[in-house]
């Protein structure tokens, strides 16, 4: 069949390296793609926000399958546009998708279906909003209700820093106008969760985890995502099945309940506290940079899962049981100015896997065009194996305008 999948990205990327697996695929198309893509896809001048443009693409060139990436083009309502033309799409609704796009949907989702979770209160005036975070204890967790790229979470470690953040998001409209999610602060080891979903039938892939900070010791501004990787053994097998059956499960249930049946690719941001396993966010597409580790790990064919969802059938998962490590390579000033068109070079002399997430290309020449620019990937037996080979494949590419963390993968290899 023909293939279209939608986004610019390295998720994008993993997304059409897997479907080029697939021997029932006979051509991918991406839109909007970019030049790693481009190997591997034709490129199609579409933006992912385009909705009716895509879907008459789809339509015209008789796409058996098309596959979504970004969020923003799942609350733009891709998917209901597509369903309505009778095209088969994998992604969720526009209403299924406010369990991203709405913090505060998501936070009194869990609320009434008792899936634990931090606990909130939602506030769209600054002085009741400040007025609750001085009155309770630091730090304190602030979260844009809408969608903001990965980077409308702050972690208020004092009040000038909750105050700052409070401005930004309800007095300056910095990501738009909308609601803040205040929540308890937790603790403990972050990880990501990625299952299948097609309304009350949940297939989880394998666990990975990747790291916000900008630089090594997980220092600086959050991001969206610096490096990943898969498997994680501070995770039993027990913290896994409980946040399968207690969360992942019950949360497609109660999706259905409300109305608004979730079919695509539920991320749960989980983390192991000391009172157990709760959920920090969900995000209702694949994750970035998660999906470069986990679908190089996925041994089914993943257009059969992708139709199953689709279509409502049955399905079933094999994985590799190898490990890999993932580092992004950023433009400097990521994540906050940063210059584009920088060359790059030796990307020939890399022995592992690179997918692209900003670049493009002129003539011969191959430039950044983006925050986040590639995404190595080192495959091994043992996770310290996988990130030697990325460690030792970011050496092989030269670029004068990127930088990276070195200790991606230090929660289960450091002491």
């Known amino acids: 069949m023909k293939v279209l999948v939608i986004g610019s990205g390295g998720r994008e990327h993993a997304i059409v390296d897997a ?31 385009e909705v009716g443009q895509l879907r008459d693409f789809a339509a ?57 979770t931090a606990g909130f209160r939602a506030f769209t005036d600054y002085d009741e909003a400040r007025a609750y975070v001085a009155a309770r204890p630091l730090p304190a967790v602030l979260k844009y209700d809408g969608l903001a790229a990965g980077k409308g979470v702050v972690i208020a470690r004092t009040m000038e820093e909750a105050d700052a953040a409070l401005r930004d998001m309800l007095c300056d409209d910095k990501f738009g106008e909308g609601k803040v999610v205040v929540e308890d602060y937790l603790e403990g080891p972050e990880f990501s ?13 394998v666990l990975s985890q990747d790291h916000k900070r900008a630089y090594d010791g997980d220092e600086g501004p959050n991001t ?14 027990e913290d896994e099945r409980y946040a399968v059956e207690r969360i992942m499960r019950p949360v497609a249930a109660a999706m259905v309940a409300e109305g608004c049946p979730f079919e695509g690719v539920l991320y749960g941001g ?23 580790v986990v679908l190089p790990r996925l041994k089914s064919d993943i257009v059969d899962i992708f139709c199953a969802v689709a279509d409502g059938g049955e399905t079933e998962l094999e994985w590799h049981d190898f490990a890999t490590l993932g580092i992004v390579l950023a433009s400097k000033g990521y994540p906050g100015d940063y210059e584009k068109g920088h060359e790059i070079k030796g990307l020939d002399r890399v022995e592992g896997t690179v997918y692209h ?28 194996e996988a990130r030697a080979k990325a460690l030792a494949d970011v050496e092989r590419i030269e670029c004068d305008n990127l930088f990276h963390r070195t200790d991606i993968g230090h929660w289960a290899l450091d002491d």
């Open 19 to 49: 479907l080029s697996r697939s021997p029932q695929v006979e051509k991918i198309y991406c839109a909007p793609g970019n030049a790693g893509i481009a190997r591997q896809a034709e490129c199609v001048a579409i933006k992912d926000t």
């Open 60 to 116: 015209r060139e008789g796409i058996g399958l098309t596959v979504v990436g970004p969020e923003v083009a799942l609350a733009a309502g891709v998917a209901d546009a597509f369903k309505a033309a009778g095209l088969r799409i994998f992604g969720p609704t526009k209403a299924a998708a406010r369990i991203e796009a709405s913090k505060e949907f998501a936070k009194e989702l869990m609320a009434k279906y008792d899936i634990p």
């Open 193 to 205: 969760l990625l299952c299948f979903v097609s309304g009350e039938r949940v297939w989880p892939m």
């Open 224 to 237: 969206g995502g610096m490096g990943a990787y898969s498997p994680l053994p501070f995770i039993t097998a």
């Open 270 to 292: 989980l983390m192991k506290t000391r009172d157990g396993i709760k959920v920090i966010e969900f995000n209702a597409r694949f994750g970035d940079p998660e999906t470069e």
């Open 357 to 384: 997430m900003g670049t493009k290309t002129d003539g011969d020449r191959l430039l950044t065009n983006g925050g986040r620019v590639l995404f190595v990937v080192g495959q091994g037996a043992t996770l310290a």
